[in-house]
């Protein structure tokens, strides 16, 4: 048996939702509002590697009893474990390349997370949050997953805090468009997890970001773009939408490096 | 031919000496000296342009990311393997080396680079630090390499990445009371990456992890460092930081 824990087709929910319909192995899907909590809710599937998942809020794969957490490792996963498409090359060079992009695209991630949380989710909350929220807040643990969601309520991220994470994203980006005007795929010649892997973490970023990401700045990845909405595996994915904006379904994700 | 640029054993360094340690894989090593800022250096540079340590060169293809590096060093070489064959396993395996790569190194590095890596680098010129900081080619570790070398690291920076090493310290004692390696009964990459990170806990936090509150994580290091591949590769040390592991010698 195979269930899907997840939200909004954004972010971390999105890549496996693209994963399994690339694999197009039947599954349950399990949506919940991680907006209200739902995931600190005793329905919700539990385990330490749940609560300290370093993605703070995602999506969790229930596989014969299997709970798997973690955006990357979890498309892993689904590429080692699940029959259909290959999403993993042969080639342990391709291999690498996917992988190290894990890294890099966790960072990213995180600055995603955070930008799209405030533009969106902090407005929410602003507008006057309600006793619930404060309490529900005040019961997550551990602690790491409470300071995020402390930090949106309480207004936490000044300008100049999002300006030097608009910095940080921009120089990533770079990096990332680099390796697209080399290959239509970011591991190699052959599609791949760090493709969906990237698409999930930045589909959203030409409308979040402008500045960062148009046809001037970075011409490939927005032809990247493209040719990942001409999946049908993609277009699939964001169909679990329930909201008809998952562009704008954002939660704290996670933490950007303490190191600056 | 196979080239590893590396520093002491230790954290990052450490994971692709050690795990091609295990496998039997010869390498020529090439030493260089963090403090000294080898890895900023044109020749350096010319291998890997990010100027981070450690780099492998395996058939003129480069490889930069140390834990990505190890799962490449276990599929692209004969030996015994390093990672579980089962995929839910495997995650598991993942899911430790992203905690203590992403959360408990972060914390535990910050307060040694604060004790250690900062001090002994501030030994140097200061216009010479300077210069060294702007060859930095990532903008990010030259933030890191700024806060080290000028401590800037603030009071509640540091509490709270010793408030993290005390839960990981938790979380990892609690794992290994229930499992005798990171992930089942064998020895993997999950283990090769927190040795690595671990094995100079019991000298750098001694009040935290010791033979009476943390007794699983002291036999773990010491399963480890017994291992022939960890005292060949820690052997390669020239500095007091790889000595460390001379704490795990049983009484």
Known sequence: ?260 | MLKLYHWEPNANSGKPMLALAEKGVEYESHYLDLLGFDQHRPEYLAVNPDGTIPALVHEDRVFTESTPMMEYIDEAFAGPALRPKDPADRWRMRWWMRFFDAYFAPSLSMIGWSVFVGPSARQKDPKELAAAIERIPLPSRRVAWRKALFNEFSPDELEESRRRVQFAIGVLEAHLAGSPWMVGESYSLGDINGFNLAYALPLSQPDKCNDQTTPHIMEWLRRIYERPATRQTWAKGRTRLAARIDILERA
């Open chain 1, 1 to 260: 048996m195979l269930e899907l824990y997840h939200w909004e087709p954004n972010g971390y929910f999105l890549k496996p939702l693209i994963a399994l319909e690339e694999k197009q192995v039947p599954f349950v899907s399990h949506w919940f509002d991680p907006t209200a909590f739902e995931q600190y809710g005793s329905e919700f599937p539990h385990s330490v590697e749940i609560a300290l998942n370093l993605d703070r809020e995602g999506p969790v794969l229930r596989h014969d009893g299997v709970q798997i957490c973690g955006s990357y490792f979890m498309l892993e996963y689904i590429a080692e474990a699940l029959p259909g498409l290959e999403l993993y090359a042969a080639d342990p060079v391709q291999r690498y390349t996917a992988r190290a992009w894990g890294q890099r695209l966790a960072a990213i991630g995180a600055d995603v997370c955070l930008l799209g949380s405030v533009r969106y989710l902090q407005p929410r909350f602003a507008r006057g949050s309600a006793a619930h929220v404060e309490s529900a807040v005040a019961k997550i643990e551990p602690l790491e997953r409470r300071l995020a969601w402390r930090a949106l309520l309480d207004g936490g991220y000044d300008e100049r805090a999002l300006a030097a994470v608009r910095d940080r994203l921009g120089f990533a980006l770079q990096r990332i468009e680099a390796a697209l005007v080399a290959s239509h795929w970011l591991a190699g010649p052959t599609y791949s997890v760090a493709d969906i892997d990237a698409f999930a973490l930045i589909w959203t970023l030409p409308e979040l970001v402008p500045e960062l990401v148009n046809a001037r700045s970075t011409p490939h990845i927005l032809l990247f773009l493209e040719r990942m909405h001409a999946r049908s595996a993609v277009q699939r994915a964001l169909g679990y939408s329930r909201s008809g904006r998952p562009q704008e379904a954002f939660v704290p994700g996670a933490e950007p490096s303490r190191w600056g």
